[in-house]
């Protein structure tokens, strides 16, 4: 009989060894080539007896054997791959359910009249389930400890309707609700939330009620429901400039600085990567080397803020360099302008007329946009010391800084120059550029003025219009034709009448 195991099938199998090396399989096991297949030769003198067609079935289950447990290994990889985009799928499709769902929910929805005055109603309530404001309320009385994820969606919900936290995501505002605690202004011990000089560790959120803020025994402002104090005290401890005095009965949820920096560094440590994606989308970035861009990635902070915020003013120490990721910061430059006119009364006699305005220009920092590097890189060569102007947040934004130290560390004088240079090309800094700039900005008002004026103009008196008005002037033409038919045979129809009944009543009395 013909040996099973000749030269061919010798170089098959060599083939099959140096193909799959060692394997691994779904349970994480690795297995020996040399055991692998010494398995299978093992089995193979059992069919050393057996018919041709016998044996070969058998090597028939051997090769698919081989490829079975590679389509196996694939089957395995290609499910979990599978399964775990189909559950990010569904995450995601679940919170932006939540999120839409969030966005339709009227938290100021009052019940009518023939309802809350009844009294199974004013009993249900008083109840915490029946009233999502007291049910916010009774999570946030709870020790921090003691809240489970459903609790913390709730108050994450409506911390996402507040100013300052709109773009933060709903996995740090979930964080953020387990960290809040509550405080209630019951007697007047309690009226005063701080004091002037005292150290900023928190930020105040009234849920419910009014505080004042006092400066020199003088209520300089007010603030109420679904506002925030003591901003500044999430990012330093500088000490309060303001006394803030609650009315009874106010509902106030306390943010201490503590747990917000703790939560964002751990929300930061999830988004680097994309702020990365975002630094290399910007064109500026291109013109210096990969390297230090990737130590600017490395060192770089978020910041967020609510609108109306102050990013810095004149005076401010030169803290940072920003970039703004999401939201518009505005800055207001103030222009004094004077036109005069002058005309001839008599020979060698000239009247003069001088006009003198006051006209402010607002620049706009949107996405991508740097800031706060122009005192930076102009420090040594001006001579500046603070800041030389004011930015405000127009609505609710997200910065990413690096501070100035760091900043300067990683650009040296010659990318410094770059910095300058875009500046210079990109917002005035001398009166002639900003008499140019009010210029050019009243030139396209006069422009967009005409181009409408023109275009009513032109709109009225088309061709269009002129066929529209007489058709209509034709059209009221045959209703007036049509209405005095009408009327004349109204006239005419009782004059028939008339001499109809008049010759009736003669041949009656005839």
Request: with cysteine.
């Amino acid at each position: 009989m013909k040996p099973i195991f000749d030269e061919t099938h010798e170089k098959e199998l060599q083939k099959y060894r140096q193909k799959f090396g060692t394997m691994q399989f779904h349970d994480g096991h690795q297995t020996e080539r040399k055991e692998f297949f010494n398995n299978y030769i093992d089995q193979e003198p059992k069919t050393c007896n057996q018919s041709p067609t016998q044996s070969r079935l058998e090597k028939n289950k051997f090769s698919l054997s081989l490829s079975n447990l590679q389509t196996q290994r694939s089957l395995v990889q290609s499910s979990a791959r599978k399964s775990q985009h189909e559950r990010r799928k569904v995450v995601n499709r679940q919170s932006e359910q939540v999120i839409t769902t969030n966005n339709n929910v009227n938290y100021e929805f009052s019940f009518p009249k023939w309802i809350s005055e009844r009294n199974d109603f004013q009993k249900w309530k008083s109840h915490s389930d029946f009233d999502i404001n007291l049910k916010i309320v009774s999570i946030c009385k709870m020790e921090t400890f003691k809240r489970d994820a459903a609790q913390k969606q709730i108050v994450a919900l409506y911390l996402q309707k507040l100013s300052l936290f709109k773009l933060m995501p709903l996995m740090l505002l979930q964080e953020l609700a387990g960290r809040l605690t509550y405080k209630e202004i019951k007697s007047e011990s309690d009226l005063i939330l701080c004091k002037v000089g005292d150290i900023g560790n928190c930020m105040y959120i009234i849920f419910q009620g009014t505080v004042k803020v006092i400066i020199k025994d003088i209520c300089v402002k007010e603030f109420h429901d679904n506002e925030h104090l003591g901003r500044q005290a999430l990012e330093t401890d500088a000490p309060r400039n303001a006394t803030l005095i609650c009315t009874q009965n106010s509902h106030i949820l306390i943010l201490s600085r503590w747990d917000y920096q703790q939560c964002l560094n751990n929300l930061f440590k999830i988004e680097r990567p994309k702020w990365i994606n975002f630094i290399n989308q910007i064109h500026f970035f291109k013109n210096f080397q990969p390297h230090k861009i990737q130590r600017l990635c490395e060192d770089l902070k978020g910041k967020f803020m609510s609108t109306k915020d102050c990013l810095y003013k004149v005076g401010d120490p030169i803290d940072n360099f920003y970039i703004v990721k999401n939201g518009t910061l505005v800055k207001k430059v103030v222009v004094n302008l004077e036109k005069s006119n002058r005309w001839p009364v008599k020979t060698k006699v000239w009247l003069q007329n001088t006009v003198a305005t006051r006209q402010e220009i607002t620049i706009k920092y949107e996405t991508q946009s740097l800031l706060g590097y122009y005192e930076i890189v102009t420090q040594e060569t001006l001579g500046l010391k603070s800041r030389t102007e004011e930015i405000n947040a127009l609505d609710d934004c997200f910065l990413l800084y690096i501070p100035r130290a760091k900043f300067q560390d990683i650009f040296d004088v010659d990318d410094q120059k770059r910095f300058r240079e875009l500046f210079l090309k990109l917002y005035p800094t001398s009166f002639d550029q900003l008499m140019e700039m009010v210029k050019q900005q009243d030139e396209k008002k006069k422009l967009e003025y005409k181009t409408i004026k023109d275009a009513l103009i032109e709109g009225l008196q088309n061709v269009d219009q002129l066929q529209l008005y007489k058709k209509t002037k034709k059209y009221k033409g045959i209703l007036q034709n049509a209405r005095n038919r009408l009327k004349q045979y109204q006239q005419t129809k009782g004059i028939i009448q008339t001499e109809i009944r008049q010759k009736v009543m003669k041949s009656i009395y005839e």
